[in-house]
């Protein structure tokens, strides 16, 4: 982090940054979870002495290098520096490296502290305690003022050359964010009142709801105006979030537009992905006994991390490079890397999920951030998944059968209490007030017993196991924070030969105060998507700030560039689905026989998406049709994509918010129509009904909160498909009698013209 007399660090950063050599090694984790390293070191506080200083604010100069931080505590009376670290498990299992780095931040602290209160020496002591037990281990060295202070200046030395590059580095990018000109000829309809909303957002530090709708260049005019900002507001990093992986390629395609546009202005923007998809060897654990590229990877860090500081695009493929050509892992060199890059395009659970690395590394370092929230209507799903925790029982029974002998006893007390749960519930799905505290106390017992297990028997880590483990610790860590916005049900269900078991859900409704902070801690969050109607909705669910900005751009497109057609003598309810079929296919039949050319027709499940496909087919063989299938991958959903050509004809089925609803692109002659049979109304059952009941407790509503909203939204999302250019025609049919309802249409974007349409004159 630059200021205007030189570059600040913290002192974890600056020993992170020289101080870490070897291994990367993850077998001394996971480490305690924050609450419990809090609750540790006040615990280490509450039994010092009467005069014990806890968290002492320090700070010193090496040149133009500020360093400060907290001490976590100083006993005057015996003169003694104390760094504490909490762990859990056997402390002598603890790899060299990780000691050699406390003893980094503890010496510095001891310097920092001699140099406040003019002290001529001070005794420094590393002390680890031991989360479970609540044991101390303290090792302590002393040392004379001068030793210490050679230290400081050795490790502020070592940092120093990359220190003053990064303010050459900040100092150019703010000059040429300065003089950034936007990228285009000119705007788009629409996408200039985006871009001066968004700097205006910025500017004031407020966060900024944004209805934009396709078409206008919502990412450019989004990212553009926010790298107007970094200079004047004294930005660090922008956070670019995604939903899905289409997103983030769409935000990286267009920072290289800006950048390119600005080739004199320097700009670091880094993509990361999930582990799964950037690990090298899926095969071998994270330590260098295991994996060479974990092996001497903070020696050769050093390198990587240089080479990859002078490209402007580290997209997977760029750092995947660097990381191979310096024998690094590329997913951990993108953490690195997420300290020194300017932009960071990520998935949504980077910046807020529990344990996000974005938010930690923002609230860390201090950084001034700003984040951009792409497609933020799976916000609301996408949040109810980060806080919300699930068991399955069979995984448990599975479990049991193969778990080491020392494991057995506590996986068995949990056992015990969760099937007295199951044994006394009659019905299939039941949802109670809150968790059974029984069966909390045997998971925490139980996580603790794998926790040890697992730091004692590095070489042995089980698959299912480890996916236990962490599912308990999520179920645990959820069940902290329960309350009216959850709920807690269970669902009973058969499997294999006469087999019974039961899958607890701590069910997140309302993701809004866990959201609500990570908005408000940075300058400014801009949240934009082509529904985020009605704006009370999403205000409700995702916790944005009371003085939040709400704009609807206004539509780059003309009304009589769409025809939407309502057909209102058609019913798609489940009760009437069988005799839907023939009118629908019908519909289909003479739309394609009059404007013959490529669409997409969608429906609220695959069972009626095969009946009307299978129907369709036997009236009208001559006209080609494709359809989506359950669990469908990343190659047979490109194959259905690439149907749609500009000279193809044809009809592709596929399921309302699913993986065709939103987040395709398929201009011009690529796509003509869609036909939308359905509400995209949530499906009637347990669950759903009691996430209604919480809503109408809530906020008054349930019925529109939990199906009418999100499933117009899917709607909307589908609709939108057809028009992407300003060029586009095309024709929308919604089909089902409830669009013809006053309430449903104030719920449809303003610009269309909607017309009434009977089956006669289809």
Known sequence: MTEAAGYSIAVRALCEFTAKTGDLDLRFTPSPSALEGIVGH????????????????????YQQLKVKGRADGYDPVRNCLEEVKTYRGDLSKQPANHRQLHWAQAKIYGWLMCQQLQLPRIDVTLVYFDIVSEKETCLTQGFEAAQLRLFFE???ALFLAWAEQEMSHRQARNLGARALAFPHAGFRPGQRHLAESVFKAISTGRCLMAQAPTGIGKTVGTLFPMLKALAPQQLDKVFFLTAKTPGRQLALDAARVISDSAPTMPLRVLEMVARDKACEHPDKACHGDACPLARGFYDRLPQARA????????????????????????????QEMARWADVVVADYNYYFDFSALLFGLAQFNGWRVATLVDEAHNLVERGRQMYSATLDQASLAMLQKSAPEPLKKSLRRVNRQWKALHESQVAAYQAYEKPPEKLLQALALCTTAIGDYLNDHPQGLDGELQAFYFDALQFGRVAESFDEHYLFDIHKREYGRQRRASTLCLRNVVPAAFLRPRFTASRASVLFSATLSPRHYYA????????TVWIDVESPFQAEQLDVRIVSRISTRFVHRQASLEPIVALMARQFSECPGNYLAFFSSFDYLQQVAALFSERHPQIDIWTQSRGMGEAPRQAFLERFTEHSQGIGFAVLGGAFGEGIDLPGARLIGAFIATLGLAQFNPVNEQMKQRMAAIFGDGYDYTYLYPGLQKVVQAAGRVIRTQQDRGVVMLIDDRFGETKVQ???????????ETLESA
Request: glycine letters at 6%.
């Open 307 to 334: 080479a990859a500081s002078q490209v402007t695009l580290l997209d997977q493929a760029a750092l995947r490079a660097i990381a191979l050509a310096h024998g690094v892992c590329s997913y951990y060199l993108s």
């Open 746 to 756: 104030r719920l449809l974007p303003r610009w269309w013209s909607i017309r009434q």
């Open 540 to 547: 409700d669910l995702l916790g944005t700030p009371a003085d």
């Open 42 to 61: 006040r615990t280490v506080a509450s039994r010092r002495s009467e005069g014990y200083q806890a968290e002492v604010s320090l700070e010193g100069r």
């Open 154 to 156: 050795e490790q502020c």
